[in-house]
């Protein structure tokens, strides 16, 4: 039988690293901890030191052995006896990171091997392969993560920070976020468009456009400057999808086209956007099992793809556990989309609904009237409030000779965590053929 990897002598080794010098402590406790010893005694006695060290006050072995005896574990960590030998393991603690990375490294292929285990019980209990798939990602992925050496100091922030300082002195730099190509809401962001690892909230009443803004943003990057992306739509299949791309990007109401009543140079149009939606890297999913799922598939496109922009069309559309109250479920979904922007470093556009009742008031929309969580306000770096100039899409409908018929859509960039707030302004939405400006 395979022994499972690990290396006791560079866990003794740590211990009496630590006893040495109580301050190597901090050096490496960001690096490994108790769960990561194979050995459950060092275990005990590195969880010790832990709970010394973190007090601030100086130890020694006979401080860590009275702190075992109080909590009744001595006898389990080795006893007294144990603790002078870890003592003389090494002479001294110059390579207590090393130590420290080797312990991380046995611990990452223990939970591998686990990880993959408990996949193959799994598949021989004939479980649902997506499942399998989506749990195994996961594990790898907080393993990869867990595993990473990166340099998070505010001191590295702000080298980088002078850098953009620089550049912006001198003229060269350039904006590390998605413009949503609509002027007027551009200039109202404070980076000019959602920067990578942000998520940007578009929420709306029933037909005032929410999903033709997004497919608005998509279009732009995926198709006009070729960006991939991935487009969540729970609403519509994808050949639905397809004909919405199309009639936006062709500025064609697609209905003539099927009633034969459409001039031959708007034919062209068609036919134009067709290809060029069909050679765009725009990929879309239309089914989810849960968040988790929906983060797995993600990170797929991710990998095999390259996307730089992701779309949910909506919120609340995502599955979630049935034992879960609906407000409790709603804010998790929305905190792991807001980690899944982080992750992936890209930005996100979220779709969420809204109560009906503040489309109607006469102020308009609130953070307060998003629909089933407040935690979708919390989790969000922009968000974006739509809703018709008048009672409703019917009233609001407007005629002009520069723009023909439209619907007046009044909005409100409601938070910017970024930049400033509450900043309104109007669109012109002009719904039969789905283009915002």
Known sequence: MMQAPKNTDAEEALICCCLMDNSVYDSISATVQAKDFYSYGNAIIFEAIAELANKGAGFSEIELFELLQRQGIAENAGGISNI??????????????????????????????????????????????????????????????????????????????????????????VTNSMPTYIQQLDEKLSAGGISNGEVMVVAAPTSCGKTCIALNIALQNGVTQGKPGLYFSFEMQSKSLAKRMIQTCAAVNLDRFRDGVLPPEKQK???????????????????????????????????????????????????????????????????????????LDLPIILLAQVNREGAKRETGLTLHDLKDSGDIENDADIILLLWPNGEDTNAARMHDKQNGSYISIKYNVAKQREGERDQYGKFIFKNHIGRFK
């Open 269 to 343: 149009h068609v036919w134009e956007a067709t290809k060029k939606v069909q050679a765009s890297k725009i990929y879309t999913e239309h089914y989810v099992r849960n968040v988790e799922e929906l983060r797995s598939k993600a990170r797929m496109h991710k990998r095999k793809h390259f996307i730089e922009w992701i779309v949910i069309d909506y919120l609340q559309l995502v599955p979630w556990d049935s034992r879960m109250k609906k407000h409790d479920a709603i804010a998790e979904i929305s905190h792991q989309i807001k980690l899944m922007a982080m992750e």
């Open 84 to 173: 002078m030998r870890i003592q003389k393991k090494v002479d001294t603690p110059m390579q207590v990171q090393n130590y420290a990375n080797i312990i991380r490294e046995k611990s990452r292929l223990r939970k591998i091997i686990r990880a993959s285990k408990q996949c193959m019980e799994s598949a021989e209990e004939d479980q649902d392969a997506d499942e399998i798939i989506a749990e195994m990602e996961k594990q790898l992925t907080d393993l990869m993560h867990n595993g990473a050496d990166q340099d998070c100091s505010i001191s590295s922030a702000a080298q980088s920070l002078a850098e953009d300082f620089k550049k912006m002195q001198d003229g060269t730099y």
